[in-house]
């Protein structure tokens, strides 16, 4: 089974709106990071938070942890098109000293003008 | 800073045939992976070099999968004989820890 597990599996509002999506994991990590997937292209980035950071902000983008709940969010704010795309968190555990990126099932975000 | 580099960017092949990927990381990165990503899923690791070791290769099948990392730079994955459940995106990221991956544009490989 994946180490984490994104909710909701898609998601559809309207530019301007903003958007949250949340992935749970099961095992302690040392970060959680977001990337983004656009449609038939490689995945980009976006934020990495340590294990013992509680919030991060880039941007439009703010991203919180609660490792008591091992839990992560990503809220997009002010939504746009260009937001339309795949979100995945993916985690590296406490125990891999190699970083190994573990990915959830992502959630699909759709942006309507 | 050039991103990482994959090629060919789609590729169709028969069951049973072999099929190679290429991958050229970003300078200076010692970490290369190669991820699987089949539609609708999040990608899977199959390889972890660090420089020129392989790292992780628990969920590579070995019976099909090979990838090796020439002098710690680039890297080719290969499959032989392909299936059809092997139809699906090809990644290739690397990175500098403590920082993110830098992925590739993938390879859509579709076996028929």
């Known amino acids: 089974s994946q180490q984490g597990e994104e909710d909701p599996q898609a998601l559809s509002i309207q530019e301007g709106e903003n958007a949250t999506m949340n992935c749970s994991y099961k095992t302690s990590i040392n970060n959680l990071q977001w990337y983004r997937q656009n449609s038939g292209r490689g995945l980009v980035h976006l934020i990495l938070i340590r294990s013992n950071e509680r919030e991060k902000h880039s941007g439009r983008l703010r991203v919180t942890l609660d490792t008591s709940k091992k839990s992560s969010s990503l809220l997009i704010t002010a939504s746009r098109a260009a937001d339309t795309a795949s979100y995945f968190c993916a985690t590296v555990l406490a125990t891999d000293s190699w970083g190994k990126l573990q990915f959830g099932a992502g959630t699909q975000v759709v942006v309507t003008p | 800073e050039a991103g990482v580099a994959q090629s060919p960017r789609y590729k169709i092949i028969e069951k049973r045939q072999s099929v190679a990927f290429w991958c050229n990381p970003i300078?200076?990165?010692?970490?290369l992976y190669w991820y699987q990503q089949i539609l609708g899923q999040g990608p899977k690791l199959l390889i972890q070099f660090q420089n020129n070791g392989v790292v992780d290769d628990s969920q590579l099948p070995k019976d099909r999968f090979s990838a090796e990392r020439l002098k710690g730079v680039d890297s080719t994955l290969k499959i032989q004989p392909a299936k059809l459940e092997d139809s699906a995106v090809y990644l290739c990221?690397?990175?500098?820890?403590?920082?993110?991956?830098?992925f590739g544009s993938g390879t859509r490989l579709t076996v028929v």
């Open positions: 300078s200076g990165h010692a970490t």
């Open positions: 990221a690397s990175s500098r820890a403590p920082y993110g991956y830098t």
